[in-house]
Every structure is written in C-alpha cells, then in structure tokens.
C-alpha cells in the first residue's frame, strides 16, 4: 500500500519532469534541481505530507492593478455571503507575473501544498493538462445541470477543450484589436482604422506624420501578435493539428504565411513608420497615448483604460486580416488571457466549495461586472445579449470590437490557437526571431526558419519526456 | 600656487573630478527625481511627450491611491524585520566565520576556504526549490521566519571579512592573549572594532540585498500581511496591460525611503569599508 502511494507519487513528479525544460531565463535551472530532489526523496520526505484542514479556499492569482482590484471586490461579495450560509471564504492570493504564478504553483504541487484554484496564462494549459495535477474543470462540472455551461461561448471553451475534455473555466480572455487615434485618423480622412494589412500599409503615409515625428504604428514585439497573424491566414503553428489532436512535435510556422507578418513589420520598420519598442507590453501603450503612434495593436484588455486616459478620441478595429486570401480567409482570432485550474491534493469537501467558488466567477452578474470594469470579454451568451439589449455596446462600440471578432472566429485548428507544453520557449524563439528579421541583413526567412528548427527541437524535447 | 601631487593645481584638480563625478551622479540621480516628480503627475500628464520634467498640476492623488490600494506600511514592516535580520545574523556568521578561517590553523582550512569562494558563485535562486521544500516541512511557510533563516549566511560576507581579518597585523592578537585575552574577547573587543568599516559596508550591502529580494518573499509569503516591499510594487504594477504609472512611482517613491535613509546614515562608513577592503586585499 505504502509503496503504491510512493510510486503513484514518483509519477507525478515525474510527469511534472517536462516543465523543468521549459522555462527559459532566471528560472531555468531550478525546476531541474526540483526534479531530481523531488524524485529521490519524495516518497520519503512529502509522502506523508498531510495538508491541514483549510479555512479558506486558496486562490491564487495574477491580477495586478487596476484588474486586481476589480477581482478583490468580487471576491469580497462572494465572501459576504459566504459567512451567512456556511461555505468556506476565498482567500485571494497574487503570485507574481504569470510566470511567476506557474513557477510558485510547481513549487507548492512538489511539496504536495497546491493551492485548491489557481489562475494560470494561456499558454500554461498543456503543462498543466500533462501534469496530472488538476482536476479537470468538466469533473468538477458533473452533474450539476444549472452551471450553465450551455450558455458559454463556444470560441471561448475550444482553446480549453483539451482531447474533448474541457480542463478549465476562461476567465479573462481576450484577443488583439488596433487602437487607432481619431484625430490622426480624421486627418488622414479616415472613420476607422483599416482592416487589412495591406490597407494598413497604404495609409500608414497619411497617418504618420514624420515631421511631427509621429510613426504610423506601434506594438509590441511578442510572438502572440505573430500567432495571431497566422490564424488569420489559417496557418498553424505546430503540427498535429496546433497540437489539438496529439502531443505535437513539429514547429510548422515559418512558410509564406509566417513570413507575412515579418516583412510587413520590416517594410514599414525600413520607412521610419512602425516604432520598435521591444518586446514589453507597456512601452506601446505610452507611444500611443503620447500620441507619438497613430496605430496600436494590443490586447483588448486596455480597451475601457485607454478610452477613458487618452486626450484623443479612440477608435478601435479588428485585428487586421490579409488581402486577397480568397476562400482560405479566416477572421479568427486566437484566445488570449488566462483560465482557472482546480488542484488535486486538496480534500474532496473542500474542492467542493472552491467549485462552488468558481460557478460564481461564471455566473452572469460576475461575468458582467468583470467585462465592463476590465474589458475583457464576457464568456457568456446571455451577457452579451443582455448588455446588446440595453444598448451598452452602442454607447461603447469599442468595447463590441473583441466581441464580434470573437464570435467570427470558426472552428477550425487555426483560430483555436496551439496547444505545447512548451509554449514559453516557442514564444522566446518567435521573439528572438522577430527581433532578428527587423535589425538583421538576411530577411525574415532565414531568421524564421531558425526559430523553428529551435522550437521543433523543444516539442520533441517535450514529447519524449511524456 | 600650491600644486597637488600630481602636479595640478589643487583648485583645478579638484575641478575636474567635481565635473567627471557629476555625470555619473546625474545618470543616478535622474530616474529618482523623475520618479518623484511621476508620482506627483495626473493620469495624463505621465503619459506625455515629450515628457515634462516637472508636474504642470501637482496632485497627491496617487499617494493616497497608493496607500489605499495595499497595506504599504505593512509590506515596510515585514521588508524591514527580514531585512533587519538577515543582516543581523549574517553579520554574526561572517564575523565568526572569517575569523576561523583567517586566524585559526585547523585541518581542512583550505578546502573550507574553498568551498565559501565557489559558493559566491551560486545564484540564490538555484536554492530556492531545496529551501522552499525545507520550509514547507518545518511550517513555516507565510511566517517572517521563512524570509529570514535560509539567509544565514553569506559567502560574499565571509569572504570580505576574511580577507580584511587577514590585514589585521597578527602581532594585535599575539599582545592581546600575552594579555591573557581568550580569543572569543580578542574577536569581539579588538578585532571587530578595528574592522569596523568593512562589517558596515557589509551590513549596508546584506540589507540592500536582503532589502530587494523579490522571488524568495514572493514564493514563500502567502497571505497580503506577510508580502514585502518589493512584491507589493509587483501588484501595482501590470503585465500586459497599461499600468498606472502615477500610482506605482507613488508607491516606489514611499518604498524606496529606508533603502535611502539607511544609506544616507552609513554612507560614510559605506564608503571606507569598500576602499579599507579592497586595500586589504594581498596580493
């Protein structure tokens, strides 16, 4: 019995083995060493590792500022009535960065002291799913009709659908849109901003003003936009299908559709009108809302921030597709954001009330409150409806924007975005890559197919860990 | 005129390393009054360009957001109590240590010696899954403990102090234990006196350190009452999002007061104890 638990033991660590190649950075070395003494001493040091009975569920998080906030207040509601009819608080717990959060949930899943819900970034599911950590979000879902689970979208639930099985409630989920800034639009002549690349390329003259010294474009350099960029081509990143029906081993994206998005870059790169900001997230923003940039392609989580902080009108369109793709055109976006996980290890009763927990985060008024005050996307039909029927989207149409380009999105491989378990080190590959292919002689191609060749290694790297 | 040693004129000389000092001091100092004057800036007005150098309307906003959105008084409190006793207990164990290796003859002296200079080759982040797992074992994950006791020691401290202990002139001990000192009073009474600077450059440069700390606190705190300092400005700031930039430089601007005020109190003690050090080095 004893060595049973001891072996079921040494395989969840062991299947926790792949993440220890994933990280790159500060980080890399530690989930080695996590590993090998985990695995010499775990039956013996954590085996017996009891977790005392909670007082409250555990939920950690990587919500910071303004979002933060608006996640405190939900919870402290949940809380309110929580004491009234008996069911266990939620005690809120930010854990760094995204990274940060996967890094410190390997740590607390090693000593056997998950936490019993944790939100984690997008492209953590496959870790997570292989892990054998979790307890899929449809189990936890069994049985209880009034979740409500027909009322979700199902753009949204596909990038969680792993092997049929959905592994965990969406919660902040977004795509990328283009901010573009009105008075620079008006004075080109234009209403909105343009929804092709190529007509983005035309216009981009009339918007900049490089007297003013006003670049037409900025965003920042991450390989999410290039993933994007490829599902609007109905290109894939992987292969197996982007790893949606097997563990897939092959990095497939640096054809004519990879190299698209590259040269679109560089050309506009090489006429002065796309400020290179690198690859963070901020310096972007602050280029548009110093009106130094006409144009910003970013998450549609800025959306309400922006609007209200800008000193110019702020109109916003879809994340732009490639002309003339005749009948391979795709409108689909990719899910972006994070979803929340259920842990094993924790004891049923509790897991219980952290379900309960999370029923409410999904719940419609929840949903609501959370898309209004943050701008990402409600996950649910009836929300939409309901805000469509009081006329929010008129008053707000840029809030519509991610909406509709969520509804468009098809069924198809490409616009449900990859699945790899090591997505991280895809991502810093791509990056490397872009960055290359904007300061480098020797054009997107070659720098392209290096990154691929690297992220190809990684999967099988990966898949033979499995 | 009266000529300098190397033959400048002292005005002159002393001229020209004001003014090649003043760069570097402006490079320095520039992000902290730019810091300062952000935070006194409206939503706006931080996001302008080109970006003005002082606030066109100075508001105190962002500092009562700041104070209201996190416990910062608390997060000071735990930064200090770890950083206060990291040092204490590494300026303990650096001294005894150091002495040992630098005073008393015992077998294995070497490699002991050995083993403390490849340690400052040791990125602490690699320790962290082992120290993590130990804390977990002991319980005291989320206690101010847990941000203390896997800082012990230092190998950065065991090494400088070492190598001041061995410019002390022997002949001190040898007058001290004729006097009939024991060695635990030679140490305590004569010889960290004497090395006076080089401790407190070290405890200045422990409590930096100790001070900064980001991944540790963030992996082994658990509850908003146990954070620091630095994994507070982590929560205001925002990943993959526009981040407040008013209210976080508020919030730095209050977080950065002791690092600043502990300097200012030992700059010159700071100082001496680099210089003493580097000249206590043989060759």
Known sequence: ?466 | MRKGTNGLPVFSSRLLATCLLLVPAVLHGFPIFYMLSVSFKEAAEAYKFPPSLLPSHPVLTNYSDALNAAPLWQFMLNSLIAALGITAIQMLTSILAAYALARIEFKGRKIVLGFVVAMLMVPSEITIVPNYLMMVRTGLIDTHLALIAPFSASAFGIFLLYQFFSGVPRELEEAAIVDGASRMRFLFQILVPVSMPAIVAFGVFAFVSAWNQYLWPLVVTQSTAMRTVQVGVGMFRSEQEATSWGMVMAATSILVLPSIALFIATQKQFVRGLVSSGAGVKG
């Open chain 1, 1 to 466: 019995m004893k060595m049973k638990k001891k072996m079921k033991k040494k395989k969840k660590i062991k299947r926790w083995m792949p993440f220890s190649l994933i990280l790159a950075g500060a980080m890399t070395m530690i989930p080695m060493s996590a590993c090998t003494s985990g695995k010499n001493s775990a039956g013996r040091v954590f085996g017996s590792g009891k977790i005392k009975k909670a007082k409250a569920i555990e939920f950690w998080h990587s919500m910071s500022g303004d979002k933060s906030q608006v996640l405190n207040d939900l919870v402290d509601d949940y809380n309110k009535d929580a004491t009234a009819t008996g069911r266990l608080p939620v005690k809120l717990q930010f854990t760094g960065t995204y990274t940060d959060g996967i890094n410190k949930l390997r740590l607390a899943v090693m000593a056997n002291r998950p936490p019993h819900l944790a939100q984690i970034y997008e492209i953590g599911t496959q870790q997570l799913v292989d892990s054998g950590a979790v307890i899929p979000l449809e189990e936890l879902i069994a049985g209880d009709s009034d979740f409500g689970l027909e009322q979700m979208l199902p753009q949204v639930l596909q990038y969680y659908t792993v092997r049929g099985k959905l592994y965990s409630l969406p919660f902040a989920t977004s795509n990328p849109v283009i901010y573009a800034n009105g008075n620079a639009l008006e004075a080109a002549g234009m209403t909105t901003p343009p929804d092709t690349f190529e007509g983005l390329e035309e216009a981009c003259p009339k918007l900049a003003d490089l007297i003013k010294g006003r670049t037409c474009l900025t965003l920042p350099l991450t390989s999410w936009l290039f993933e994007q960029s490829l599902a609007r081509q109905g290109a894939l990143l992987v292969d197996k299908e982007n790893g949606r029906i097997g563990v897939s081993g092959e990095a497939i994206y640096a054809g004519a559709e990879g190299r698209f998005f590259f040269d679109f870059l560089r050309r506009l790169s090489d006429a002065g009108m796309f400020a290179n900001t690198g690859r963070s997230w901020d310096p972007p923003v602050e280029n548009f809302m110093a009106g130094r940039s006409a144009l910003l392609v970013t998450s549609t989580s800025d959306v309400f921030v922006l609007g209200q902080r800008a000193k110019f009108p702020v109109v916003v369109g879809r994340f732009p597709v490639r002309a003339n793709l005749g009948s391979v055109i795709s409108s689909g976006t990719i899910l972006g954001g994070n979803s929340i996980w259920a842990m094993k290890g924790r004891a049923d009763g509790e897991m219980k009330q952290a379900y309960q927990f999370v029923k409410y985060l999904a719940s419609a008024p929840v949903q609501r409150r959370w898309h209004v005050n943050t701008g990402y996307f409600p996950i649910r039909k009836d929300v939409i409806g309901a805000l469509e029927a009081e006329g929010f989207y008129t008053a707000n149409p840029n809030a519509r924007v991610a909406v509709d380009q969520l509804l468009a999105a098809p069924d198809s491989a490409a616009a449900k975005g990859a699945l790899a378990g090591v997505f991280p080190e895809l991502r810093e590959h791509v990056e490397n890559a872009m960055e290359e292919a904007l300061a480098g002689k020797d054009g997107s191609g070659p720098s392209l197919e290096r990154a691929q060749a690297k992220s190809s290694r990684a999967l099988q790297r990966y898949r033979k860990l499995l």
